[in-house]
């Protein structure tokens, strides 16, 4: 599997949009962009994926670069609650695995 | 939320002792992990499962054995507990080969003194 990278922690002001960058420069055009976050000390939770195109549902965006080698996540009215450990991860359309790096902490600050 | 639960969900034991961790799901997912997480760490794989009896190892396996004998358990073992594996595990699941969606239970917080 592709190897992500991302910032080790953002700060973003509450009611802003936040962005939160991942490079997976060696991505294959067989692996999916998968997002998660973990709230302190809870299990980590799933919030979006893509492929190629850019997705959005009920919690966030996510754009995906033409090259597909980086992506953002973007949470377009950051609250507080959101606050959290925000994980990129890669996970290729025949694998099993799944592999996480070492996210990025997003504090949302009033 | 997704059928999945960790047990204990707490345990203090002392080094060079046995410890099991069960994970159980109530959804028929095929797939099953292990994970530990450090302070300052993110998540780390230790096995997953992909069926029943099939298992394969993940990044930091040394020192844990698991085992799948039936869909909705998937068991992590300590054979003898080390300081070093003080950590928090977490189990999760995911239903089908190349779907990244997966569901994690609320951790177990293991100290080995």
């Known amino acids: 599997d592709a190897k992500t990278t991302q910032p080790p922690s953002m700060d973003c002001a509450e009611g802003r949009a936040a962005n939160l960058p991942c490079n997976h420069s060696?991505?294959?055009?067989?692996?999916?962009v998968y997002w998660y976050r973990q709230i302190h000390s809870q299990g980590p939770q799933y919030i979006i994926h893509?492929?190629?195109n850019n997705e959005t549902n009920e919690m966030a965006s996510l754009i995906i670069t033409e090259d597909r080698k980086s992506s953002t996540l973007i949470l377009p009215h950051a609250t507080l609650r959101d606050t959290a450990v925000y994980y990129c991860?890669?996970?290729?359309?025949?694998?099993?695995?799944?592999?996480f790096g070492e996210g990025t902490q997003l504090t949302v600050n009033p | 939320d997704a059928g999945i639960t960790q047990s204990p969900r707490h345990k203090v034991t002392e080094t060079g002792t046995p410890v099991t961790l069960r994970c159980h799901q109530t959804?028929?997912?095929?797939?099953m992990y292990w994970y530990r997480q450090d302070p300052g760490h993110g998540l780390r794989l230790i096995h997953y499962?992909?069926?029943?009896?099939?298992?394969d190892k993940g990044e930091v396996s040394d020192g844990y054995s698991v085992s799948r004998s039936k869909t909705e358990d998937f068991l992590l073992t300590l054979e003898s507990a080390t300081s070093s594996q003080t950590s928090v595990y977490f189990c999760?699941?995911?239903?089908?080969?190349?779907?990244?969606?997966?569901?994690f239970g609320q951790g177990t917080r293991l100290t080995v003194v």
């Open positions: 499962s992909y069926g029943v009896k099939d298992t």
């Open positions: 893509g492929l190629k």
């Open positions: 959804e028929n997912h095929r797939y």
């Open positions: 060696t991505i294959s055009g067989n692996e999916y």
């Open positions: 999760a699941i995911s239903h089908r080969t190349g779907n990244g969606e997966a569901f």
């Open positions: 991860i890669v996970v290729e359309t025949s694998g099993s695995r799944l592999t």
